[in-house]
């Protein structure tokens, strides 16, 4: 099953890539490798804000990290024009704005992963990172970046 399959079956619509909030690009290619930068998440075309442990909870996490994996697709589909070519997402780097005692944020993490698996089969297995931090840019929720191999 085709990458694009996999993402109609899911009800998956891709985005277009979104314009940097600050100075950098969406997007490096190097070689076979794509580094995508921090995309942070939001509900409804504003950044979903809130703190971990605080004003949400595992849950909700879980579903603003699988939002910007979502958005993580829409921007790495416009780096290497076809997701088919995905050789393995290498690695994900998962910030979580979330309270002091807060420790589930690998949890929370697990919306982008469980998600890259749904859709790039075992080429979505990944190594990867999550932590707590105590504030995101927008006062975003989450923000994820990832390494993706290419052909």
């Not at 939002?67 to 589909?77: K, N």
Request: proline share 5%; hydrophobic share 40%.
């Amino acid at each position: 099953m085709s990458v694009y399959d996999k993402l109609k079956e899911l009800g998956i619509t891709l985005p277009p890539v979104a314009t940097p909030a600050a100075a950098y690009v969406p997007f490096v290619r190097t070689g076979n490798l794509v580094f995508i930068s921090g995309h942070t998440a939001k509900r409804d075309g504003k950044p979903w804000v809130g703190q971990l442990g605080k004003t949400m909870n595992t849950e909700e996490g879980k579903q603003a990290a699988r939002s910007i994996a979502v958005d993580l697709m829409g921007t790495l589909q416009a780096a290497v024009g076809d997701l088919n070519n995905v050789r393995r997402i290498v690695k994900v780097m998962s910030l979580v704005n979330s309270s002091p005692d807060f420790i589930e944020h690998h949890l929370v993490t697990n919306g982008a992963s469980e998600l890259f698996g749904q859709v790039f089969g075992d080429k979505g297995a990944h190594a990867r990172s999550a932590f707590g931090v105590a504030q995101i840019p927008t006062g975003s929720c989450v923000e994820i970046e990832l390494i993706a191999e290419v052909g």
